[in-house]
């Protein structure tokens, strides 16, 4: 016979006001990555770049006053570029399974059973990738700045490249907008954290190159909005006031940008649903 | 009914997938405490389940839970609920206590208080040695008790139960039903002075529902074939009969019938037949003699919830 048999109790405690949810969902989502260590092996693998630019810019500014080691718009145009490579590994980790593994446990009815939206469920997938993205892209590439006016003594670097901060903030925002955008769209189709991950890496690298081939054989600059690496890249080129590689006009590409996002809106609004209703 | 002091109240609520009327315009009042859902598959019991949560909107007519409009406030509504739905569903990577704590977060519970409540009520649930284990490991039975303690962990004033024991050993069975019938006891003394949290129990399992409600609605192809206290409906108007005949059974049913007794097969063999107290029994006996079936079992029975659902579907 027990001692003392327990039966339910009430619970007398506060509670929270309405609207973070999202901001749980995002922190479990964090907490669950940042414990294994192969993430956090890609995440300090991916800071590797920052390391050789902050030398780079110790150099420039410290020892070797040559042009070829001098910061400039193109340093950090060129490392945000360089860290495209990054922020797909992390989003293929990090964000093929945010929702293919909820719809694969059933655990969307769980959390939309609880006083939560479906706009708090996705916010909180999204922060939870765009965090880990946020973390490789718009972080670092600020530290070098910092790092440019610690090495160089002065904030003349930053007077006279106005354009830096908000390129650099704009770039990584569109990055990560549009990686997680479509990384959590493709994970919302499927069950499966593979297949998601595939349909990201064929979005990610068969895009482009499709579009390379439609661009040869009909001459035509526009197939290159096929890919969203290219898109974005006209973007990024005239956000840091280089010349651009490709003749799309800038606001073509951003019209596509936001055709891409609101395609990726509507596949989540449709896909993240407690019941699925077959008529 | 009172139905202003009744936890679940839907007027004239329909709800449609497509062509398909899934809830066909019911009106009905649930009491506090225990209440059966019962029906058949397809009758509409998850529909009505997921119409209360907020995650199906009707196409007509009002949902009150807990006095409130679900439609215009589903986020209150949720608030106060909790569910545990009838298919197998977790947080992917997660052990039993992080789930739960997790999921009173999402309920609103502070971090801590979250931690607390659930290994509070995994220790209630029966889990409380298994709640380091991640719930991918979970058997059958550890899965439906860790729902509910999802469901438990927020301190709801509704629990929608969806088939809670399905797939469970009777042992596991007879202890989760133990722990509705904790949860929904209006008699124990409640420390905070709140009211017993009301239970809304769907199941097609008849002696689940009898054993932990006192109420049932019973609903049948999307509409309320017949709600009530258990014992009314199983009722002292009538006396039940365990009859098996030899010769024309459908006609000595439609002979019975056509004076009043009912009577429903349940084996296939032996029947059950309802004699108003206001007749005699003998008149089965002179029925069988006039359509010339011999009566070769007759034994007399108890009412039960199974005669009430077979009665309310007019099988």
């Known amino acids: ?279 | 009914m009172n139905s202003d002091r009744s936890p679940v109240v839907l007027e004239n609520v329909s709800v449609h997938y497509g062509a398909l009327q899934a809830l066909r315009n019911i009106s009905v009042a649930f009491p506090a405490g225990a209440v059966g859902l019962l029906g058949p598959n397809g009758a509409g019991k998850s529909t009505l389940i997921k119409a209360l949560l907020g995650l199906l909107r009707p196409d007509a007519g009002v949902l009150r839970v807990l006095g409130r409009d679900v439609s215009a406030d589903p986020l209150s509504v949720r608030a106060r609920v909790g569910y545990m739905p009838e298919s197998d569903t977790h947080i992917p990577g997660m052990n039993a206590v992080s789930f739960v704590a997790y999921c009173g977060e999402l309920c609103g519970l502070p971090h801590t208080d979250a931690m607390q409540r659930a290994h509070e009520v995994l220790f209630y649930v029966g889990l409380g040695e298994a709640r380091y284990r991640n719930v991918e490991t979970y058997s059958t039975g550890m899965k439906q008790r860790i729902k509910l303690a999802q469901a438990l962990v927020h301190d709801p004033d509704l629990l929608l139960l969806d088939e809670p024991t399905n797939g469970m050993d009777p042992k596991g069975r007879d202890e989760m039903l133990a722990l509705i019938r904790d949860v929904a006891d209006p008699h124990r003394e409640r420390t905070s002075g709140r009211a017993p949290i009301s239970v809304i129990l769907s199941s097609h399992v008849l002696p689940d529902v009898e054993f932990a409600c006192e109420y049932v609605v019973v609903l049948h192809k999307g509409a309320v074939a017949t709600d009530g206290p258990i014992a009314a409906l199983k009722g002292d108007s009538t006396r039940v009969f365990e009859v098996r005949v030899k010769g024309d059974e459908a006609r000595f049913v439609e002979a019975l019938r056509e004076i009043g007794i009912e009577s429903h097969d349940e084996s296939g063999e032996v029947m059950r037949v309802f004699v108003p107290v206001d007749r005699p029994v003998q008149l089965l006996f002179k029925v069988a003699a006039q359509q010339g079936v011999q009566v070769r079992h007759f034994r007399p029975s108890v009412p039960s919830l199974e005669d009430v659902f077979a009665r309310a579907l007019g099988d």
């Open chain 1, 1 to 279: 016979m027990p001692i003392h048999d327990q039966g339910y109790r009430r619970y007398a405690g506060g509670r929270t006001s309405r609207g973070r949810a999202w901001l749980v969902i995002a922190r479990a989502g964090i907490a669950a990555r940042v414990r294994e260590r192969r993430f956090l092996a890609l995440m300090l693998v991916a800071w590797l770049l920052f390391l050789v630019r902050a030398v780079q810019l110790y150099v420039g500014t410290t020892i070797v006053r040559a042009s070829f080691f001098a910061a400039s718009e193109e340093t950090f145009h060129g490392f945000l570029n360089q860290q495209r490579l990054f922020v797909f590994f992390i989003t293929i980790y990090a964000g093929a399974g945010l929702i293919a593994n909820d719809r694969q446990a059933n655990a969307l009815q769980l959390y939309l059973s609880k006083p939560i939206t479906r706009h708090d469920y996705i916010a909180g997938k999204l922060a939870t990738l765009a965090a880990f993205l946020f973390s490789v892209t718009w972080v670092p590439a600020m530290l070098l700045l910092a790092l440019q006016v610690l090495f160089s003594g002065s904030l003349e670097f930053v007077s006279t490249h106005p354009r830096l901060v908000p390129a650099i903030t704009i770039t990584a925002l569109l990055q990560i907008g549009v990686a997680s955008m479509t990384m959590l769209a493709l994970s919302s189709l499927s069950r499966s954290r593979r297949f998601a991950a595939m349909l990201y890496a064929l979005v990610a690298i068969f895009t482009g190159a499709v579009g390379g081939v439609l661009q040869t054989a009909t001459g035509h600059a526009g197939w290159m909005l096929l890919s969203p690496q290219n898109t974005l890249a006209v973007l990024t080129d005239a956000l840091f006031g280089l010349s651009p590689e490709s003749d799309i006009p800038v606001a073509i590409a951003l019209l596509g940008i936001v055709a891409l996002l609101g395609l990726c809106a509507i596949v989540l609004e449709r896909r993240v649903r407690a019941v699925d209703v077959v008529a």
